[in-house]
């Protein structure tokens, strides 16, 4: 099944059969997904849905369902969750021109010329057309800064009205980010408290940014004690740099310690940790596991945008992802920008996002690999916190069918989502990868599946 001797198919996803049922009973489920392989490692399972949750997971349930679906072994994963994203930027690429070094620095340069141009209806409606991208790659929900020294707050206001649109079919939660610096930019800190009273729920700074170390540092704290007096989640853009003296992750561990918020702060880029002095490093991943910090890395921006002051040998500039987890940190991966002034790629798909962790952090193990599919799926659906998400009974029935036959081959293939599901109701479908052969003594076509060795 779906191996490259197999025939191309008449019509539809190899494999993926359709039958509705013309049983009526009080407990019959809406749809049932079978034959399924979950990203645990359990396979040929059959997923219940009923009234938009998850209603049983197990091999051969005795059931009849209202429609079926019968999905012949492939992976189906609850969705995709983009921990850090800028959608307050996305495809706003050539606006008001190219960046033309690539670098971080002309990249905040151009913003600033873009910031003034911004109007709501535009930044909504570039939003709205990523998030329609994003549902179609199967991500169920994203958390994004939102530049807030802008003083008419125009990302703000676009946000909150894409969050309201998209609720339906996608969580979106903002953070108030101040990308020029809380005291580095006249009126940030006004205009900060002005988002959170908009709506806006996460408290966002950087303060590696700010003037100074000593101004990054206080930055840090009254972040995190603004968070404490509101009950809000902290994320901070922290340590973006490769200088190995940015340790404001110390202040962030620390003072989420001392204010009891363990379980609520999430430190995103951390890249400076990849150039830091190993001893010191042996004493902070200790600290931040302790204090209950996440930590988010972009694999895909920090790649691109770190090192740009070496000659060589270049600093990758990822943080150490394997080193972090090791020592019990939740750690996810981020998009962070998709076709804006920092980065000119990108299409939503977080599963390349995944497969640029495993090429930069050298996370080829399996069971590295396998974590770097969690860093993408279940990791940052629980800093986010989001509710329902899972693959138990009682979960929200937010599933994605992926052309491929376990996590590793998903992020091999950066693999098709074959369907999406929000609330057991399909939201976005795609036609598998299958390239007709045209070769003597060869099969008529090739899926680019491939076995599963066994585990
Ligand atoms: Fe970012």
Same mark, same amino acid.
């Given at each position: ?94 606006? #008001? @021109? %190219?960046?033309?070094?690539?670098? &971080? +620095? !002309? ?9 003034? /141009? ?32 802008? #003083? @008419? %707050?125009?990302?703000?206001?676009? &946000? +909150? !009205? ?9 969580? /979106? ?283």
């Amino acid at each position: 099944m779906g191996r490259s001797s197999d025939p191309l198919p008449e019509a539809g996803p190899i494999g993926i059969v359709w039958a509705a049922s013309s049983l009526e009973q009080p407990m019959q489920p809406d749809l049932i997904l079978r034959g399924a392989n979950l990203p645990d490692g359990r396979r040929e399972q059959d997923i219940l849905i009923k009234d938009g949750l998850i209603q049983a997971v197990g091999p051969q349930i005795d059931a009849r369902g209202r429609d079926e679906l019968d999905v012949s072994g492939r992976l189906v994963t609850p969705p995709f969750v983009d921990c850090h994203f800028h959608m307050d930027a996305t495809l706003s690429l050539g606006l #008001p @021109r %190219l960046n033309r070094s690539g670098t &971080l +620095l !002309e990249g905040i340069q151009l913003w600033n010329e873009l910031k003034p /141009l911004l109007t709501v209806e535009a930044v909504v409606d570039r939003a709205m057309a990523y998030c329609d991208m994003a549902v179609a790659q199967g991500i169920g929900a994203i958390r994004s800064h939102v530049d807030v020294c802008d #003083p @008419r %707050l125009t990302g703000v206001e676009a &946000l +909150l !009205e894409v969050r309201r649109r998209v609720a339906p079919y996608l969580t /979106l939660q903002l953070v108030a980010f101040p990308q020029d610096g809380l005291y580095r930019s006249p009126g940030a800190r006004e205009n900060l408290l002005r988002a959170l009273d908009l709506g806006v729920e996460i408290v966002g700074g950087i303060p590696h940014f700010e003037r100074t170390m000593e101004d990054g540092r206080r930055s840090v704290a009254e972040l995190c004690e603004l968070a404490a007096d509101r009950g809000l989640m902290v994320d901070l853009h922290c340590d973006e740099t490769d200088d190995p003296l940015s340790r404001h992750i110390e202040t962030l561990a620390c003072e989420t310690q001392r204010l009891g918020l363990g379980g609520r702060v999430a430190g995103s880029h951390l890249t400076s940790m990849h150039s830091m002095d190993n001893y010191y490093v042996s004493k902070l991943i200790p600290l931040i596991a302790e204090s209950g910090v996440a930590a988010i890395a972009n694999p895909l921006i920090n790649i691109t945008l770190q090192g740009r002051h070496d000659a060589y040998p270049k600093r990758r500039g990822l943080t150490r992802v394997a080193e972090l987890a090791a020592a019990g940190v939740r750690v996810a991966f981020g998009h962070d920008c998709v076709m804006d002034p920092w980065y000119s790629l990108g299409s939503g798909d977080m599963l390349e996002v995944a497969h640029m962790a495993v090429h930069v952090g050298q996370l080829t193990g399996i069971d590295a690999m396998r974590r770097c599919f969690e860093a993408v799926t279940s990791e940052p659906a629980s800093i986010l916190g989001l509710d329902g998400y899972g693959l138990e009974p009682s979960c929200r029935a937010d599933l994605v069918v992926l052309e491929a036959w376990d996590a590793v081959e998903a992020i091999r293939l950066k693999a098709t989502r074959l369907f999406v599901l929000r609330a057991g109701q399909i939201v976005a479908r795609a036609a598998p990868r299958i390239a007709s052969l045209d070769l003597p003594g060869r099969p008529p076509a090739v899926s680019f599946l491939h076995a599963a060795p066994a585990s």
